[in-house]
Antibody, heavy 119, light 112 residues
Framework: EVQLVESGGGLVQPGGCLRL?????????????MNWVRQAPGKGPEWVSV???????FYADSVKGRFTISRDNSKNTLYLQINNLRVEDTAVYYC?????????????WGKGTTVTVSS | DIVMTQSPESLTVSLGERATINCKSS????????????LAWYQQRPGQPPKLLIY???SRESGVPDRFSGSGSGTDFTLSISSLQAEDVAVYYC????????FGGGTKVEIK
């Protein structure tokens, strides 16, 4: 079964950092375009970052310079390092796969991990 | 970035009746490589991640009931639920995946 399971969220003070993980099963992370998408309470989803199969990375302007996406092929796991957290980063963070690269939407999503930034 | 605007924000429909959701993009989402519209629709029930219903504006994802259909081209798109069922209560989002992915603000569908 194709599955994504996120972990690593929590309550953090402004300026703090977190590393989110997304463990995949049923498919190979390194062969797909893997994304992080976040959803603030009561809002629509917001794309955050993508890691292509060739290793290229892209970020939303709102997180550029603070977030870093990476993967560990041996663990079939995607990561998101989040630094200098802001209150507006509070959201559920999902990892999601684009099954056919740039010509497909995100078809598999994890259940998400919650990040709360508050003093 | 391409801005996606959905209407209405909420919709109340009787069981068995038709629900129609609209989505407008700030620029064309026609993909240059295949001349298809890179527009998808998702369903999100409370506490759940978004679930892919429709892609390429009108292609139904495997396992999605045929009461869900998508239409439109260029900048104007529609999701229709032909006969609303109780399990269709959810928030629906349109999503473009031509460039940097963006999502609409959502339409909440409830039972009258």
């Amino acid at each position: 079964e194709v599955q994504l399971v996120e972990s690593g969220g929590g309550l953090v003070q402004p300026g703090g950092c977190l590393r989110l993980s997304c463990a995949a099963s049923g498919f190979t992370v390194s062969n797909n375009y893997m994304n992080w998408v976040r959803q603030a309470p009561g809002k629509g989803p917001e794309w955050v970052s993508v890691l292509y199969d060739d290793g290229s990375t892209f970020y939303a302007d709102s997180v550029k310079g603070r977030f870093t996406i990476s993967r560990d092929n041996s663990k079939n796991t995607l990561y998101l390092q989040i630094n200098n957290l802001r209150v507006e980063d509070t959201a559920v963070y999902y990892c999601a796969r684009r099954r056919d690269g740039s010509t497909s939407p995100m078809d598999v999503w994890g259940k998400g991990t919650t990040v709360t930034v508050s003093s | 970035d391409i801005v996606m605007t959905q209407s209405p924000e909420s919709l109340t429909v009787s069981l068995g009746e038709r629900a129609t959701i609209n989505c407008k993009s700030s620029q064309s989402v026609l993909h240059s490589s295949n001349n298809k519209n890179c527009l998808a629709w998702y369903q999100q029930r409370p506490g759940q991640p978004p679930k892919l219903l429709i892609y390429w504006a009108s292609s139904r994802e495997s396992g999605v009931p045929d009461r869900f259909s998508g239409s439109g081209s260029g900048t104007d798109f529609t999701l229709s639920i032909s006969s609303l069922q109780a399990e269709d209560v959810a928030v629906y989002y349109c999503h473009q995946y031509c460039g940097a992915p963006t999502f609409g603000g959502g339409t909440k569908v409830e039972i009258k």
